[in-house]
């Protein structure tokens, strides 16, 4: 006489329940990886003339004007990207660009700027974030910063703070003197704007909102 088994005690249901499952994740995980890769790959200066945008658009957007807006469908502040803009005076061709941005990537690293400050979510939280410092208004040309620089631009408001930071104490955590040089500087203020122009999701959350404090630095 056959005795019934519950199926919750089959080893063979188990066996074909685990095979199932993980053909499954192994799946999703292959299609998450190439939609990952897709999303994040940086974009080209073709993308940017013809209007098309990317998560991570290409360094020559930093020959544009970027804003930081409300989008109702998706909830959060979305960048956009504008009208070309002289940047440090000047359009910056493709390797050109691109060279700015290494030379400021490399720069915010040998700096160890993440001991104090925030990038992309990495780093630390005793100094502002940086991750859209470049969309803050203190920079603005009605912004405190670019009158005390004595500068007429953003961009170069922000240089002339990175390459002096103790002649512009604007913060009760002063920023030391990292001995940045003004080329460096160029290369630090290339890749904030590139970083402005990154699409996070809305990260950090409520910059928007808390767009006017000075502590964009």
Same mark, same amino acid.
């Given at each position: 006489?056959?005795?019934?088994?519950?199926?919750?005690?089959?080893?063979?249901?188990?066996?074909?329940?685990?095979?199932?499952?993980?053909?499954?994740?192994?799946?999703?995980?292959?299609?998450? !990886?190439? #939609?990952?890769?897709?999303?994040?790959?940086?974009?080209?200066? #073709?993308?940017?003339?013809?209007? %098309?945008?990317?998560? %991570?658009?290409? @360094?020559?957007?930093?020959?544009?004007?970027?804003?930081? =807006?409300?989008?109702?469908?998706?909830?959060? =502040?979305? @960048? %956009?990207?504008?009208? +070309?803009?002289?940047?440090?005076? +000047? =359009?910056?061709?493709? &390797? &050109?660009?691109?060279?700015?941005?290494?030379?400021?990537?490399? !720069?915010?690293?040998?700096?160890?700027?993440?001991?104090?400050? !925030?990038?992309?979510?990495?780093?630390?939280?005793?100094?502002?974030?940086?991750?859209?410092?470049?969309?803050?208004?203190?920079?603005?040309?009605?912004?405190?910063?670019?009158?005390? /620089?004595?500068?007429? /631009?953003? =961009? &170069?408001?922000?240089?002339?703070?990175?390459?002096?930071?103790?002649?512009? @104490? !604007?913060?009760?955590?002063?920023? @030391?003197?990292?001995?940045?040089?003004? #080329?460096?500087?160029?290369?630090? %203020?290339?890749?904030?704007?590139?970083?402005?122009?990154?699409?996070?999701?809305?990260?950090?959350?409520?910059?928007?909102?808390?767009?006017?404090?000075?502590?964009?630095?």
């Amino acid at each position: 006489m056959s005795k019934n088994v519950s199926v919750w005690s089959s080893i063979p249901f188990w066996r074909r329940s685990a095979a199932w499952v993980t053909g499954f994740a192994v799946v999703l995980l292959i299609w998450l !990886t190439f #939609d990952t890769m897709g999303q994040i790959n940086m974009g080209t200066d #073709d993308d940017l003339k013809n209007g %098309v945008t990317k998560r %991570v658009p290409a @360094p020559t957007v930093i020959n544009y004007h970027i804003t930081y =807006e409300m989008s109702e469908k998706r909830g959060h =502040e979305v @960048p %956009v990207i504008g009208d +070309k803009e002289p940047f440090f005076g +000047k =359009e910056y061709s493709v &390797e &050109e660009a691109a060279a700015a941005l290494h030379l400021g990537k490399l !720069t915010s690293q040998a700096k160890n700027c993440m001991n104090c400050h !925030t990038l992309l979510g990495n780093g630390a939280y005793y100094a502002p974030d940086l991750t859209k410092a470049w969309l803050d208004p203190a920079w603005s040309e009605s912004g405190p910063m670019m009158a005390m /620089t004595g500068k007429s /631009t953003r =961009e &170069e408001a922000i240089a002339e703070f990175l390459v002096n930071p103790s002649k512009y @104490p !604007t913060h009760a955590r002063m920023m @030391p003197n990292l001995g940045i040089t003004p #080329d460096e500087a160029i290369g630090l %203020v290339a890749f904030l704007k590139h970083m402005s122009s990154i699409d996070t999701n809305g990260f950090p959350r409520n910059f928007g909102k808390e767009q006017g404090d000075t502590n964009a630095h």
